[in-house]
Protein backbone atom coordinates (compact mmCIF):
# COMPACT_ATOMS: atom_id res chain seq x y z
CA UNK A 1 0.00 0.00 0.00
CA UNK A 2 2.61 2.62 0.67
CA UNK A 3 4.94 1.49 -1.88
CA UNK A 4 2.46 2.04 -4.16
CA UNK A 5 1.68 4.95 -3.20
CA UNK A 6 5.10 6.03 -3.36
CA UNK A 7 4.84 4.50 -6.72
CA UNK A 8 2.10 6.49 -8.06
CA UNK A 9 3.84 9.77 -6.70
CA UNK A 10 7.08 9.25 -8.51
CA UNK A 11 5.12 8.47 -11.13
CA UNK A 12 2.78 11.79 -10.69
CA UNK A 13 5.60 13.51 -10.24
CA UNK A 14 8.02 12.64 -13.46
CA UNK A 15 5.17 13.40 -15.77
CA UNK A 16 4.48 16.80 -13.95
CA UNK A 17 8.13 17.62 -14.34
CA UNK A 18 8.48 16.80 -17.93
CA UNK A 19 5.13 18.60 -18.74
CA UNK A 20 6.93 21.56 -17.21
CA UNK A 21 10.01 21.06 -19.73
CA UNK A 22 7.53 20.47 -22.52
CA UNK A 23 5.39 23.91 -21.26
CA UNK A 24 8.51 26.09 -21.00
CA UNK A 25 9.80 25.20 -24.38
CA UNK A 26 6.51 24.50 -26.43
CA UNK A 27 3.87 27.28 -24.29
CA UNK A 28 0.74 26.28 -25.45
CA UNK A 29 -1.26 24.05 -22.57
CA UNK A 30 -0.48 24.38 -18.82
CA UNK A 31 2.43 22.02 -17.88
CA UNK A 32 -0.18 20.15 -15.84
CA UNK A 33 -2.15 19.01 -19.01
CA UNK A 34 1.13 17.94 -20.47
CA UNK A 35 1.58 16.17 -17.41
CA UNK A 36 -1.68 14.83 -17.86
CA UNK A 37 -1.21 13.64 -21.53
CA UNK A 38 1.92 12.14 -20.70
CA UNK A 39 0.46 10.12 -17.87
CA UNK A 40 -1.81 8.69 -19.61
CA UNK A 41 0.22 8.17 -22.80
CA UNK A 42 2.47 5.82 -20.55
CA UNK A 43 -0.06 3.58 -18.86
CA UNK A 44 -1.22 3.20 -22.60
CA UNK A 45 2.22 2.15 -23.71
CA UNK A 46 2.57 -0.28 -20.84
CA UNK A 47 5.41 1.69 -19.29
CA UNK A 48 3.55 1.53 -16.13
CA UNK A 49 1.26 -0.89 -14.29
CA UNK A 50 -2.18 0.82 -13.70
CA UNK A 51 -3.20 -2.77 -11.21
CA UNK A 52 -0.63 -1.05 -9.17
CA UNK A 53 -1.39 3.03 -9.35
CA UNK A 54 -5.39 2.56 -9.40
CA UNK A 55 -5.84 2.95 -5.40
CA UNK A 56 -3.75 5.87 -4.84
CA UNK A 57 -5.50 8.00 -8.16
CA UNK A 58 -8.83 7.30 -6.87
CA UNK A 59 -7.78 8.60 -3.22
CA UNK A 60 -6.40 11.84 -4.86
CA UNK A 61 -9.68 12.04 -6.97
CA UNK A 62 -11.85 11.52 -3.93
CA UNK A 63 -10.04 14.22 -2.12
CA UNK A 64 -8.68 16.90 -4.16
CA UNK A 65 -11.76 18.98 -3.82
CA UNK A 66 -10.31 20.81 -0.73
CA UNK A 67 -7.23 21.92 -3.10
CA UNK A 68 -10.08 24.29 -4.64
CA UNK A 69 -11.04 25.83 -1.54
CA UNK A 70 -8.34 28.69 -0.72
CA UNK A 71 -9.00 29.78 -4.69
CA UNK A 72 -13.15 29.14 -3.69
CA UNK A 73 -12.49 31.87 -1.02
CA UNK A 74 -11.11 34.45 -2.95
CA UNK A 75 -14.67 35.47 -4.01
CA UNK A 76 -14.32 37.32 -0.25
CA UNK A 77 -12.64 40.12 -3.00
CA UNK A 78 -15.41 40.70 -4.52
CA UNK A 79 -18.37 41.71 -2.42
CA UNK A 80 -19.62 44.28 -4.99
CA UNK A 81 -19.31 41.95 -8.07
CA UNK A 82 -21.76 40.00 -6.62
CA UNK A 83 -23.94 43.05 -5.65
CA UNK A 84 -23.86 44.22 -9.05
CA UNK A 85 -23.65 41.30 -11.22
CA UNK A 86 -25.06 38.56 -8.60
CA UNK A 87 -27.88 37.55 -10.59
CA UNK A 88 -26.54 38.49 -13.94
CA UNK A 89 -23.76 35.63 -12.82
CA UNK A 90 -26.06 33.18 -11.92
CA UNK A 91 -28.08 33.50 -15.18
CA UNK A 92 -25.40 33.02 -17.29
CA UNK A 93 -23.95 30.05 -16.22
CA UNK A 94 -27.73 28.23 -16.03
CA UNK A 95 -28.49 29.11 -19.18
CA UNK A 96 -25.18 28.11 -21.28
CA UNK A 97 -25.20 24.82 -18.90
CA UNK A 98 -28.33 23.91 -19.36
CA UNK A 99 -28.12 25.14 -23.75
CA UNK A 100 -25.01 22.85 -23.94
CA UNK A 101 -27.10 19.81 -21.65
CA UNK A 102 -29.36 20.03 -24.39
CA UNK A 103 -27.05 20.07 -27.22
CA UNK A 104 -24.93 17.52 -26.60
CA UNK A 105 -27.92 15.42 -25.47
CA UNK A 106 -30.06 15.65 -28.06
CA UNK A 107 -27.37 15.37 -30.59
CA UNK A 108 -26.23 12.37 -29.54
CA UNK A 109 -29.52 10.89 -29.53
CA UNK A 110 -30.38 11.46 -32.94
CA UNK A 111 -26.94 10.24 -33.71
CA UNK A 112 -27.60 6.75 -31.91
CA UNK A 113 -31.07 6.13 -33.11
CA UNK A 114 -30.23 7.26 -36.66
CA UNK A 115 -27.04 4.88 -36.46
CA UNK A 116 -29.70 1.81 -34.95
CA UNK A 117 -32.23 2.54 -37.87
CA UNK A 118 -29.76 2.21 -40.82
CA UNK A 119 -28.51 -1.29 -38.80
CA UNK A 120 -31.74 -2.65 -38.82
CA UNK B 1 34.26 20.56 12.04
CA UNK B 2 31.13 20.67 10.47
CA UNK B 3 28.87 23.64 10.19
CA UNK B 4 25.75 23.38 12.17
CA UNK B 5 23.00 23.11 9.39
CA UNK B 6 20.89 25.90 9.54
CA UNK B 7 17.41 25.82 8.08
CA UNK B 8 15.66 29.24 6.52
CA UNK B 9 12.64 28.89 7.32
CA UNK B 10 10.92 32.01 8.76
CA UNK B 11 8.81 30.45 11.75
CA UNK B 12 6.24 33.29 12.35
CA UNK B 13 5.23 32.37 9.07
CA UNK B 14 5.23 28.54 9.03
CA UNK B 15 3.70 28.10 12.07
CA UNK B 16 0.29 30.05 10.95
CA UNK B 17 0.45 28.29 7.47
CA UNK B 18 0.14 24.94 8.92
CA UNK B 19 -2.38 25.88 11.46
CA UNK B 20 -4.57 27.49 8.27
CA UNK B 21 -3.90 24.47 6.13
CA UNK B 22 -5.33 22.37 8.35
CA UNK B 23 -8.02 24.12 9.55
CA UNK B 24 -9.02 24.20 5.89
CA UNK B 25 -8.82 20.38 5.43
CA UNK B 26 -10.74 19.82 9.04
CA UNK B 27 -13.65 21.84 7.68
CA UNK B 28 -13.44 20.52 4.51
CA UNK B 29 -13.57 16.84 5.78
CA UNK B 30 -16.20 17.57 8.25
CA UNK B 31 -18.46 18.84 5.53
CA UNK B 32 -17.48 15.60 3.36
CA UNK B 33 -18.75 13.52 5.98
CA UNK B 34 -21.99 15.49 6.43
CA UNK B 35 -22.81 14.62 2.66
CA UNK B 36 -21.32 11.17 3.34
CA UNK B 37 -23.46 10.78 5.63
CA UNK B 38 -26.86 12.78 4.49
CA UNK B 39 -26.28 11.86 0.56
CA UNK B 40 -27.31 15.57 -0.20
CA UNK B 41 -26.29 16.84 -3.23
CA UNK B 42 -26.69 20.58 -2.29
CA UNK B 43 -24.38 20.04 0.67
CA UNK B 44 -21.19 20.58 -1.45
CA UNK B 45 -18.32 19.91 0.86
CA UNK B 46 -16.28 22.81 -1.44
CA UNK B 47 -18.96 25.53 -1.49
CA UNK B 48 -19.95 24.92 2.06
CA UNK B 49 -16.21 25.15 3.13
CA UNK B 50 -15.92 28.49 1.55
CA UNK B 51 -19.45 29.82 2.96
CA UNK B 52 -17.63 28.44 6.48
CA UNK B 53 -14.50 30.24 6.20
CA UNK B 54 -15.52 33.54 4.68
CA UNK B 55 -16.81 34.54 7.63
CA UNK B 56 -13.80 33.30 10.01
CA UNK B 57 -11.68 35.63 8.02
CA UNK B 58 -13.70 38.31 7.97
CA UNK B 59 -13.99 37.71 12.47
CA UNK B 60 -10.11 37.39 12.46
CA UNK B 61 -9.63 40.12 10.61
CA UNK B 62 -7.40 38.08 8.57
CA UNK B 63 -6.91 39.41 4.64
CA UNK B 64 -7.54 37.26 2.09
CA UNK B 65 -3.74 37.57 0.28
CA UNK B 66 -2.49 36.37 3.77
CA UNK B 67 -4.76 33.27 3.88
CA UNK B 68 -4.53 32.25 0.05
CA UNK B 69 -0.42 32.86 0.80
CA UNK B 70 -0.28 30.59 3.90
CA UNK B 71 -2.36 27.77 2.11
CA UNK B 72 -0.56 28.10 -0.80
CA UNK B 73 0.36 24.32 -0.61
CA UNK B 74 -3.10 23.18 -1.21
CA UNK B 75 -3.00 25.37 -4.35
CA UNK B 76 0.25 24.24 -5.44
CA UNK B 77 -1.21 20.55 -5.65
CA UNK B 78 -3.94 21.09 -8.61
CA UNK B 79 -0.92 20.75 -10.47
CA UNK B 80 -0.59 17.00 -9.82
CA UNK B 81 -4.13 16.69 -9.25
CA UNK B 82 -4.49 17.25 -13.05
CA UNK B 83 -1.85 14.30 -13.94
CA UNK B 84 -3.61 12.35 -12.09
CA UNK B 85 -6.81 12.58 -14.39
CA UNK B 86 -4.76 11.18 -16.70
CA UNK B 87 -5.56 7.96 -15.35
CA UNK B 88 -9.78 7.85 -16.03
CA UNK B 89 -8.61 9.39 -19.21
CA UNK B 90 -6.76 5.98 -19.95
CA UNK B 91 -9.57 3.87 -18.77
CA UNK B 92 -11.85 5.44 -21.21
CA UNK B 93 -9.47 5.66 -24.33
CA UNK B 94 -10.42 2.07 -24.84
CA UNK B 95 -13.98 2.89 -24.84
CA UNK B 96 -14.18 5.62 -26.95
CA UNK B 97 -12.05 3.87 -29.88
CA UNK B 98 -14.67 2.69 -32.33
CA UNK B 99 -16.46 6.20 -32.18
CA UNK B 100 -14.45 8.71 -31.25
CA UNK B 101 -14.73 10.85 -34.55
CA UNK B 102 -18.54 10.97 -33.34
CA UNK B 103 -17.66 11.71 -29.91
CA UNK B 104 -14.99 13.57 -30.58
CA UNK B 105 -16.35 16.29 -33.69
CA UNK B 106 -19.73 16.58 -31.22
CA UNK B 107 -17.51 17.38 -27.95
CA UNK B 108 -15.58 19.78 -29.96
CA UNK B 109 -18.91 21.68 -31.43
CA UNK B 110 -20.47 21.49 -27.91
CA UNK B 111 -17.07 23.31 -26.06
CA UNK B 112 -16.62 25.63 -28.50
CA UNK B 113 -21.16 26.55 -28.50
CA UNK B 114 -20.17 26.88 -24.60
CA UNK B 115 -17.32 29.28 -24.79
CA UNK B 116 -18.99 31.57 -27.17
CA UNK B 117 -22.44 31.91 -25.38
CA UNK B 118 -21.08 32.19 -21.52
CA UNK B 119 -18.18 34.80 -23.27
CA UNK B 120 -20.69 36.82 -25.46
CA UNK B 121 -23.45 36.87 -22.64
CA UNK B 122 -20.73 37.88 -19.82
CA UNK B 123 -19.24 40.70 -22.59
CA UNK B 124 -22.73 42.03 -22.78
CA UNK B 125 -24.51 41.68 -19.21
CA UNK B 126 -21.04 42.36 -17.29
CA UNK B 127 -18.63 43.84 -19.27
CA UNK B 128 -15.61 42.36 -17.18
CA UNK B 129 -12.99 40.72 -19.45
CA UNK B 130 -11.91 38.71 -16.43
CA UNK B 131 -14.94 37.41 -15.41
CA UNK B 132 -16.12 36.69 -19.10
CA UNK B 133 -13.05 34.27 -19.13
CA UNK B 134 -13.91 32.88 -15.97
CA UNK B 135 -17.14 31.94 -17.26
CA UNK B 136 -16.54 30.39 -20.25
CA UNK B 137 -14.02 27.82 -18.18
CA UNK B 138 -16.71 27.08 -15.82
CA UNK B 139 -18.51 23.71 -17.14
CA UNK B 140 -15.25 21.50 -16.97
CA UNK B 141 -13.40 19.73 -14.33
CA UNK B 142 -12.27 22.06 -11.26
CA UNK B 143 -8.40 21.59 -11.18
CA UNK B 144 -7.99 22.22 -15.16
CA UNK B 145 -10.79 25.08 -15.36
CA UNK B 146 -8.15 26.37 -12.55
CA UNK B 147 -5.53 26.10 -14.39
CA UNK B 148 -6.32 27.44 -17.57
CA UNK B 149 -8.27 30.39 -15.64
CA UNK B 150 -4.95 31.61 -14.35
CA UNK B 151 -3.11 31.05 -17.67
CA UNK B 152 -5.79 33.04 -19.42
CA UNK B 153 -5.75 35.81 -16.88
CA UNK B 154 -9.13 35.11 -15.90
CA UNK B 155 -10.51 35.54 -11.90
CA UNK B 156 -9.73 32.03 -9.96
CA UNK B 157 -12.17 32.70 -7.71
CA UNK B 158 -15.40 33.38 -10.07
CA UNK B 159 -14.49 30.04 -11.79
CA UNK B 160 -14.23 27.98 -9.20
CA UNK B 161 -17.92 29.14 -7.73
CA UNK B 162 -19.43 29.08 -11.60
CA UNK B 163 -18.18 25.71 -11.62
CA UNK B 164 -19.91 24.22 -8.51
CA UNK B 165 -22.50 26.01 -9.98
CA UNK B 166 -22.66 24.69 -13.41
CA UNK B 167 -21.81 21.26 -11.42
CA UNK B 168 -24.98 21.78 -8.99
CA UNK B 169 -27.23 23.01 -11.61
CA UNK B 170 -26.54 19.38 -14.01
CA UNK B 171 -26.63 17.39 -10.93
CA UNK B 172 -30.16 18.63 -9.63
CA UNK B 173 -31.84 19.29 -12.25
CA UNK B 174 -30.09 17.82 -15.36
CA UNK B 175 -31.84 14.52 -15.51
CA UNK B 176 -35.03 15.32 -15.23
CA UNK B 177 -34.39 17.85 -17.72
CA UNK B 178 -32.89 15.63 -19.87
CA UNK B 179 -36.19 13.32 -19.89
CA UNK B 180 -38.74 16.01 -20.44
CA UNK B 181 -36.54 16.86 -23.79
CA UNK B 182 -37.34 13.50 -24.59
CA UNK B 183 -33.73 12.53 -24.17
CA UNK B 184 -34.11 9.32 -22.08
CA UNK B 185 -30.58 6.87 -23.80
CA UNK B 186 -28.33 6.84 -20.76
CA UNK B 187 -25.25 7.22 -22.48
CA UNK B 188 -26.70 10.51 -24.02
CA UNK B 189 -27.88 11.70 -20.35
CA UNK B 190 -23.99 11.03 -19.37
CA UNK B 191 -22.26 12.41 -22.15
CA UNK B 192 -24.59 15.60 -21.42
CA UNK B 193 -24.16 15.95 -18.12
CA UNK B 194 -20.53 15.04 -18.08
CA UNK B 195 -20.02 17.77 -20.80
CA UNK B 196 -21.93 20.59 -18.91
CA UNK B 197 -21.74 19.28 -15.16
CA UNK B 198 -17.82 17.74 -14.79
CA UNK B 199 -17.13 15.77 -12.05
CA UNK B 200 -19.82 17.10 -9.68
CA UNK B 201 -22.72 15.91 -12.30
CA UNK B 202 -21.63 12.54 -13.23
CA UNK B 203 -21.22 11.53 -9.43
CA UNK B 204 -24.78 11.90 -8.88
CA UNK B 205 -25.48 9.99 -12.27
CA UNK B 206 -23.74 7.08 -11.63
CA UNK B 207 -26.13 5.96 -9.12
CA UNK B 208 -28.78 5.92 -12.00
CA UNK B 209 -26.80 3.27 -13.97
CA UNK B 210 -23.22 2.00 -15.11
CA UNK B 211 -23.64 3.38 -18.15
CA UNK B 212 -24.76 6.67 -17.08
CA UNK B 213 -21.52 6.91 -15.13
CA UNK B 214 -18.87 5.58 -17.86
CA UNK B 215 -20.22 8.19 -20.78
CA UNK B 216 -20.17 11.11 -17.71
CA UNK B 217 -16.51 10.07 -16.62
CA UNK B 218 -15.52 10.09 -20.35
CA UNK B 219 -17.36 12.98 -21.37
CA UNK B 220 -15.83 14.96 -18.76
CA UNK B 221 -12.58 14.49 -18.92
CA UNK B 222 -12.42 14.73 -23.05
CA UNK B 223 -14.62 18.15 -22.36
CA UNK B 224 -11.97 19.06 -20.67
CA UNK B 225 -8.64 18.39 -22.70
CA UNK B 226 -10.78 19.96 -25.74
CA UNK B 227 -11.38 22.97 -23.41
CA UNK B 228 -7.46 23.42 -22.95
CA UNK B 229 -7.44 22.79 -26.55
CA UNK B 230 -8.98 25.66 -28.16
CA UNK B 231 -10.07 28.17 -25.17
CA UNK B 232 -6.71 29.78 -25.83
CA UNK B 233 -7.16 30.60 -29.02
CA UNK B 234 -11.00 31.28 -29.44
CA UNK B 235 -11.11 33.24 -26.08
CA UNK B 236 -8.26 35.54 -27.17
CA UNK B 237 -9.86 35.98 -30.69
CA UNK B 238 -13.86 36.51 -29.09
CA UNK B 239 -11.52 39.05 -27.00
CA UNK B 240 -10.47 41.14 -29.74
CA UNK B 241 -13.84 41.03 -31.44
CA UNK B 242 -15.63 42.57 -28.11
CA UNK B 243 -12.89 45.23 -27.53
New interface residues.
Partial sequence: MVKNAFYSTTI??A??AL?KFIAAYLG??????Y??????SV??FQLVN?KK??AS?SW??QH???????????????YQ?IKD?GF???A??????????????????H??INKDNCNN | MMEPLVINIDVLSFVPSIALILATIGIYQSFAYLQNKTQLIWLNPMLLSIAAIIPLLLYFKLPFEQYFHSTQLLNNLLEPAVVALGFPLYQHLTSIKHQWQVLGLLLVLAVILVIVISFTLTTVFIALPEIAVSLSLKSITTPIGIELTQQLNGDTSITAFAIILAGLFGALLGPSWLNFINVKSAKAQGLAIGAASHALGTATISKISYEHGAYGSLSLIVCAVITALVSPFLINNLAVLFL
Wanted: glycine share 10%; with cysteine; aromatic share 10%.
Fill in positions: IACLGGLPASLGMLIFTLHPIAIIIMGVCFVPAGVGIINHLHALVIVFISTFTLLSFVGLTYQLV
